[in-house]
Nanobody, 122 residues
Framework: QVQLQESGPGLVKPSQTLSLTCTVSGDSITTTNRYWSWIRQPPGKGLEWIGYIDYIGATYYSPSLKSRTSISRDTSKNHIALQLSSVTPEDTAVYYC??????????????WGQGTQVTVSS
């Protein structure tokens, strides 16, 4: 059974870079047809997809966040990482990592981490 666990600072100052890690167990991040994603939910709002890194290491980002986002991976540790630069209080959210799988109708997210709260404040 796949498990995902997010980790990182819970408080980030404005203009700094938010850095989170998602450790994956029960599956390899290099398994074919895997799209390891970051998704967030600001308080009182819906889910927002940030981007993903796929099984060959290619990355895809939300156009609205692309200029500030970097997703990378460490295959030796089986984890993925998110960096979001120049953060503002509007980046305050619960951040999730999720496993995406394409079952023929597009990529669907079938496993999620528990989420980690990140607050941007001075």
């Amino acid at each position: 059974q796949v498990q995902l666990q997010e980790s990182g600072p819970g408080l980030v100052k404005p203009s700094q870079t938010l850095s989170l890690t998602c450790t994956v167990s029960g599956d390899s991040i290099t398994t074919t047809n895997r799209y390891w994603s970051w998704i967030r939910q600001p308080p009182g709002k819906g889910l927002e997809w940030i981007g993903y890194i796929d099984y060959i290491g290619a990355t895809y980002y939300s156009p609205s966040l692309k200029s500030r986002t970097s997703i990378s991976r460490d295959t030796s540790k089986n984890h993925i990482a998110l960096q979001l630069s120049s953060v503002t209080p509007e980046d305050t959210a619960v951040y999730y990592c999720a496993r995406g799988v394409n079952r023929g109708l597009g990529v669907g997210f079938d496993s999620w981490g528990q989420g980690t709260q990140v607050t941007v404040s001075s």
